[in-house]
């Protein structure tokens, strides 16, 4: 018997119901990613307000609040829905995303400032958060005209009612000072933030958002155990004699390769260093880079808020 004939598809129909298909996907492809471009964004807002937060000492790397005290040490903390401050309690537990968007809202706020240190807000300048933020995140903002820098605010409820104006005529109204850093390590760019301290020197914390470094070596950068060293170290770093020539003196954190102890020892340079990371002096060079290209521009507005330290005490 002779087998039916079997229906055969020219190779024109093959091709076009190839890029039909290829069209249909691409078209799902973009719809979805259009759709989820919203939801991106917010995602990495937060991300990015938490570490300032963990920077700041208002969170810790586990997600709960915490108040960092007069006296240096850090207490686990709640937060009073009523009154909207943070609250003293060693069995608090972790904070909600809600909490966090909320303390975010309150405490951290956009300001921008010169090379002369004057202070503006950003309706000064006519500019916009999110497209300043992604017109420059790739080259930094340290080299701009305007250079972006962010204020956590003191743990009371009076600072909801504060403007960015008040703060900007006011920097005394500030606890933490915030810089973004950025720069290269050894595979990709790396962007994170430093938090110093009210005399425009002492570093209250250190964190990194995004990295391409290698798990288990450079990537120890994003860790709390190596994070940890740079509470209580200076931006400035200090003369042979223990002196800071706040105008001249070198800008930055220095990871070294090894130990600081058996680099400096107990020299005034080891007050502006840290330990290195095993296997990733690479890294580690990129990180000290990227503090000192970072830091050095905004020389002028820390002296001006050390001054002004200086004045209040």
């Known amino acids: 018997m002779e087998e039916p004939n079997k229906k055969t598809h020219s190779s024109t129909q093959v091709l076009f119901f190839i890029v039909a298909l290829c069209l249909i996907c691409a078209l799902v492809l973009a719809v979805t990613a259009y759709s989820l471009e919203k939801v991106q964004q917010n995602a990495k807002e937060f991300d990015q307000s938490k570490q300032m937060l963990i920077a700041a000492k208002v969170l810790d790397h586990a997600g709960y609040f915490q108040i960092l005290q007069e006296d240096q040490t850090v207490t686990r903390a709640r937060l009073d829905e009523e009154k909207g401050i943070l609250v003293a309690d060693p069995a608090a537990p972790k904070a909600t995303e809600a909490q966090i968007k909320q303390i975010s809202r309150m405490r951290i706020r956009p300001l921008l400032t010169d090379k002369d240190g004057n202070v503006f807000t950003l309706e000064d300048k006519h500019l916009s958060l999110p497209d300043y933020l992604a017109e420059n995140k790739k080259a930094g903002y340290a080299h701009l005209p305007f250079k972006l820098f962010y204020v956590i605010l003191p743990n009371e409820k009076s600072v909801d009612a504060l403007s960015d104006a008040d703060i900007s005529k006011e920097l005394s109204k500030v606890s933490v000072f915030v810089i973004p850093v950025s720069g290269f390590g050894l595979w990709a760019p790396i962007y994170g933030y430093i938090a110093v301290g009210r005399n425009g020197d002492e570093v209250i914390g250190t964190t990194w958002y995004e990295h391409g470094e290698t798990p288990g070596l450079g990537a120890n950068i994003t860790e709390s155990w190596w994070q940890k060293q740079f509470f209580g170290k200076l931006i400035f ?77």
């Open 237 to 313: 770093q200090r003369s042979p004699g223990g002196k800071t020539d706040f105008q001249t003196a070198d800008m930055g954190i220095i990871v070294v390769k090894g130990k600081v102890k058996d680099v400096f020892g107990n020299s005034p340079k080891s007050k502006s260093a840290v330990d290195g990371m095993s296997g990733a002096t690479l890294t580690g060079d990129g990180v000290t880079a990227a503090y000192r290209n970072s830091l050095s521009p905004y020389r002028a507005f820390f002296i001006h808020v050390h001054e002004q330290e200086k004045v209040k005490k």
